[in-house]
């Protein structure tokens, strides 16, 4: 057990260790220390913008007044101004949640279903924004931007729907066990669905989260078939028993 519970602080700590020490090399290197940057804060101001002439994809995705490249300017890249401006915002909009509780559940669901319950995970969607295959060859042009993700969708709905029905049924199953090395999946995948509806969202960031679920819902596919096989062979067996005298 004890090796486990090292394993899931090793994964813990490896998540975020190599990039403060990459940054810290740069700077080491550089002799240019590292500057902070944009505060997270933003990213949570922007995933909980609630006003609809913000809304370019969905609710609390990347808002058109590119809030997040005009923060640290307008503040006049001084970071604990910027930090101390956005967390105001965000308090503000808190307030204004608690005070609209209706308004902040339509937002939350909308934003929630707009980023996990796409297909593509937005593959289709930036493919129409952003590409136009002008020299592309026809099954090119089909299979990129045109009928293909028409029929690719409900396929990729189904598949989707399925994993995240087994994978729920699995990651309760594995609850039940004491092993937190075999829980860890689930436990990263159900960290980014309690994450996505706070930070500013997109749903090509949820697929970030989705591989994790599918070993989760493997297990429990592998589990439900075996179920089926004894089922099957107790349904002969007694199918057999009763026209054998």
Known sequence: RWRQLLAVAAAVVFAF??????????????????QPGTATVV????????????????????????????????AGFDYERMKQEQTQELKEQLR????????AKTFLRQKTVSQWLDPGFGSWLYLRRNTEPVHAQDYQEQLFAQGWNEGLNPFLGCLQTAVYLL??????????????????PALVFFGGVFYLPLSEGKSQYAVSFYPMLLPVAALEAGTLQAGCGLLAARIKKMRREKTCP
């Open 96 to 103: 204004y949640w608690v005070n609209n509780p209706s308004q």
């Open 43 to 74: 990213w949570l101001v922007m995933g909980l913008d609630s006003r609809p002439e913000q809304y370019e994809f969905a609710p609390g995705w990347h808002t058109a007044d590119k809030r997040s490249e005009k923060a640290y300017e307008n």
């Open 17 to 34: 260790l190599p990039g403060k020490g990459l940054q810290y090399w740069y700077s080491l290197r550089s002799g240019v220390p590292v």
């Open 167 to 184: 994978g729920l049924i699995g990651a309760a199953r594995l609850m039940l066990r004491p092993s937190p090395a075999s829980i860890l």
